[in-house]
């Protein structure tokens, strides 16, 4: 429970600095937080934690830089390892 208290006052601090009416994906990061934070029973902060990390590392995915580099497979093993629960 003290995990969760910690979570969600790290989601508020976060929540003053963006808001769902930003542009680009900083408005799409603070809806997520927002929906994390009043929408759900109970967050299991290590999976919500995954599920942010995954979604990281798809943003960097489409980065130029990492297509160029044609690394978008490391990203992919990534987020599937993220997601399975490998990052605990």
Do not use: W
Request: charged share 25%; hydrophobic share 45%.
């Amino acid at each position: 429970e003290v995990e969760n208290e910690r979570l969600k006052h790290a989601m508020a601090v976060a929540l003053e600095h963006i808001s769902v009416t930003d542009a680009g994906q900083a408005g799409v990061a603070a809806m997520i937080i927002y929906d994390a934070m009043y929408h759900s029973e109970k967050t299991d902060p290590y999976a919500f934690l995954a599920e942010l990390r995954a979604q990281g590392v798809e943003m960097v995915r489409e980065h130029p830089a990492i297509k160029l580099c044609s690394l978008t497979h490391i990203c992919d093993e990534l987020v599937a390892e993220l997601r399975k629960g490998g990052n605990k």
